[in-house]
């Protein structure tokens, strides 16, 4: 078993500002395990929040090379990272190769005879009251069907009236709101209770990460349903919640990859609460481990490589609001054509 890696550049079309941060740009790690002459592969992106830089990511990669070396079996390969971002690349390359010796998609792997075309939404950062009204007009006319609102910067007079500007701009979608964290539970409280009018699909991890009571308890009183991001990041994590929120958000970065995030499904679907998976700004082939956990989720939030200026892989879809997968074995995707 091979294992070798690519460092590369993934350039957004326009910066993407949230409440804690604003981004134009990240690295890609491009993560390949080879064997008899088939390569499976996966991808992890660097990130702040999470602590992965390229040194960080490529240390990983060494130690785990040095285990896949007498590794002869694909079905055999261990848990070869304890850093959640590397080890959903590895977990992907693995499903990726060992679907393609098979011949059947990832999908397939997972227990799904079936895989549908998915809607996905589509962020609309923190920006201006005019372009965020644009930008929820332009989408909706290529086919966009869900909208998610980047929140947490900003007065609440000022916040509303970008969110009612995207109502407007697009009065048929399904909304999603995401603050990131960045209010205060009483002022989660306010705000969920004044943007109720706008007809709110859920809010994504509306308080800061680390008190999952506190969190539970806005989700009881909370008019919009309350999605936990951050904290439910791990299997322990999401059997603390239970069934005290109404969805996790699955982002197989945060979790370690798709073994981990199917567990993740199994207590979360037991607890009888609902899936969004999520992701971060990734390249299609970061993006393709969890469109094929689609099947499992009532929210779907992965649009990381449609902001991108240059997505390098393809075979996901989702320029016209719609996830499909195009390849008929493995993760499905390819080499984009060069701009």
Same mark, same amino acid.
């Given at each position: 078993?091979?294992?070798?890696?690519?460092? =590369?550049?993934?350039?957004?079309?326009?910066?993407?500002?949230?409440? &804690?941060?604003?981004?134009?740009?990240?690295?890609?790690?491009?993560?390949?395990?080879?064997?008899?002459?088939?390569?499976?592969?996966?991808?992890?992106?660097?990130?702040?929040?999470?602590?992965?830089?390229?040194?960080?990511?490529? *240390?990983?990669?060494? *130690?785990?090379?040095?285990?896949?070396?007498?590794? &002869?079996?694909?079905?055999?390969?261990?848990?070869?990272?304890?850093?959640?971002?590397?080890?959903?690349? @590895?977990?992907?390359?693995?499903?990726?190769?060992?679907?393609?010796?098979?011949?059947? /998609?990832?999908?397939?792997?997972?227990?799904?005879? $079936?895989?549908? /075309?998915?809607?996905?939404?589509?962020?609309?950062?923190?920006?201006?009251?005019?372009?965020?009204?644009?930008?929820?007009?332009? @989408?909706?006319?290529?086919?966009?069907?869900?909208? #998610?609102?980047?929140?947490?910067?900003?007065?609440?007079?000022?916040?509303?009236?970008?969110?009612?500007?995207?109502?407007?701009?697009?009065? $048929?979608? &399904?909304?999603?709101?995401?603050?990131?964290?960045?209010?205060?539970?009483?002022?989660?409280?306010?705000?969920?209770?004044?943007?109720?009018?706008?007809?709110?699909?859920?809010?994504?991890? /509306?308080? #800061?990460?680390?008190? /999952?009571?506190?969190?539970?308890?806005?989700?009881?009183?909370?008019?919009?349903?309350?999605?936990?991001?951050?904290?439910?990041?791990?299997?322990?994590?999401?059997?603390? !919640?239970?069934?005290?929120? $109404?969805?996790?958000?699955? #982002?197989?970065? #945060?979790?370690?990859?798709?073994?981990?995030?199917?567990?993740?499904?199994?207590? *979360?679907? $037991?607890?009888?609460?609902?899936?969004?998976?999520?992701?971060?700004?990734?390249?299609?082939? =970061?993006?393709?481990?969890?469109?094929? !956990?689609?099947?499992?989720?009532?929210?779907?939030? @992965?649009?990381?490589?449609?902001?991108?200026?240059?997505?390098?892989?393809?075979?996901?879809?989702?320029?016209?609001?719609?996830?499909?997968?195009?390849?008929?074995?493995? !993760? =499905?995707?390819?080499?984009?054509?060069?701009?």
């Amino acid at each position: 078993m091979r294992l070798r890696w690519q460092v =590369g550049t993934l350039v957004l079309a326009e910066p993407l500002r949230i409440s &804690r941060s604003v981004m134009s740009e990240r690295e890609a790690v491009t993560v390949e395990l080879e064997h008899d002459g088939v390569i499976g592969r996966g991808e992890v992106v660097t990130s702040n929040y999470y602590g992965l830089t390229v040194q960080r990511i490529e *240390a990983e990669l060494l *130690a785990a090379r040095d285990v896949l070396a007498d590794v &002869r079996d694909p079905g055999q390969i261990p848990t070869l990272s304890a850093v959640p971002g590397v080890s959903a690349a @590895l977990d992907a390359a693995r499903h990726d190769l060992i679907a393609t010796l098979r011949g059947v /998609p990832v999908f397939e792997l997972l227990g799904a005879v $079936h895989w549908q /075309p998915t809607p996905t939404a589509r962020t609309i950062g923190i920006t201006s009251i005019e372009h965020a009204a644009q930008t929820a007009r332009e @989408l909706t006319r290529r086919g966009f069907r869900v909208l #998610k609102v980047k929140l947490g910067a900003g007065e609440q007079r000022q916040e509303l009236a970008r969110l009612a500007a995207v109502r407007a701009a697009a009065p $048929h979608a &399904r909304l999603l709101l995401d603050p990131n964290g960045a209010w205060q539970p009483e002022q989660a409280l306010r705000m969920l209770a004044a943007v109720q009018v706008y007809d709110i699909d859920a809010v994504e991890q /509306p308080i #800061k990460p680390g008190t /999952p009571d506190l969190l539970a308890e806005l989700a009881a009183q909370s008019p919009v349903p309350v999605i936990a991001d951050e904290d439910a990041a791990t299997v322990d994590d999401v059997r603390v !919640l239970g069934g005290r929120v $109404h969805g996790i958000n699955v #982002k197989l970065p #945060k979790c370690g990859g798709i073994q981990a995030a199917r567990e993740i499904i199994g207590i *979360a679907q $037991h607890n009888r609460v609902d899936i969004m998976l999520g992701c971060l700004v990734s390249s299609s082939l =970061g993006i393709a481990p969890a469109v094929h !956990l689609t099947g499992f989720a009532r929210w779907v939030d @992965l649009d990381g490589h449609l902001l991108l200026a240059h997505d390098p892989w393809t075979g996901i879809g989702g320029a016209d609001g719609v996830l499909r997968i195009v390849g008929d074995r493995g !993760l =499905g995707v390819r080499p984009a054509v060069s701009p």
